[in-house]
């Protein structure tokens, strides 16, 4: 399995403010994807990023909110722009490995105030 | 992506097996089991996968019944450290990227 490292591992924000969260993988990778953990919550997808692409994202997540990017095969961003208390999250990345399965990252704990 | 049903809780005494169940009799042929766990705080870990027989590696083993509706995970010799939430997720890879975590269980290790 690959070894997936996340900055910051948490911040606290202020409202109205953005963060971007990087995402590093020790090997290349094809796909990369980003998830949010809610508090007391499940995870869900917020968008799938491919290299030299445009980042394909899930029902009730846009770009201008969450811009994506991903310059190469083992490095990502994910921005929380203008960020509002309900933004406070955990935000991780992972990577699909070569059974379809995933590996994910710490996870970037956010708090906004 | 097949739904899946699982239990809310469980809890197994340190050093017996853990079985975890898992129901998903709507998964198509094509789909795969997977299940993940998540310590507290942590990003999920990838456990094990399987479509019909059944599957062992060095964290645990995961049987799945002839008819595919259901499966069982199975920690051998559960320690302290497994406690977490499980999540058993259909998954027919492919295009179809998209992992759906559900509610999963909660396995408590009691010592």
């Known amino acids: 399995s690959a070894v997936i490292s996340q900055k910051p591992s948490r911040d606290i924000c202020q409202r109205g403010t953005s963060l971007t969260i990087q995402c590093q993988v020790d090997?290349?990778?094809?796909?990369m994807f980003w998830y949010r953990q809610q508090p007391g919550q499940s995870l869900t997808l917020i968008a799938t990023a491919n290299q030299g692409s445009e980042a394909t994202y899930e029902s009730g997540f846009v770009i201008d909110k969450f811009p994506i990017s991903r310059p190469n095969l083992t490095f990502s961003t994910l921005t929380v722009s203008n960020m509002s208390p309900e933004d406070s999250s955990i935000y991780l990345c992972?990577?699909?490995?070569?059974?379809?399965?995933?590996?994910f990252g710490p996870g970037t704990r956010l708090t906004v105030t | 992506d097949a739904k899946t049903t699982q239990p809310t809780s469980m809890d197994c005494a340190e050093g017996r097996a853990a079985n975890l169940p898992c129901n998903h009799s709507?998964?198509?042929?094509?789909?795969?089991v997977y299940w993940y766990r998540q310590i507290h705080s942590q990003g999920p870990q990838y456990i094990i996968h399987g479509l019909k027989n059944n599957e062992t590696n060095e964290m645990a083993s995961l049987i799945i019944t002839e008819d595919r509706k259901s499966s069982t995970l199975i920690l051998p010799h559960a320690t302290l450290r497994d406690t977490a939430v499980y999540y058993c997720i259909g998954y027919s890879g492919g295009s179809n990227y998209k992992l759906t975590f559900g509610k999963g269980t909660l396995l408590t290790v009691n010592p």
């Open positions: 992972s990577m699909r490995g070569d059974s379809y399965e995933q590996y």
């Open positions: 090997s290349q990778v094809t796909m």
């Open positions: 709507t998964i198509s042929g094509n789909e795969y």
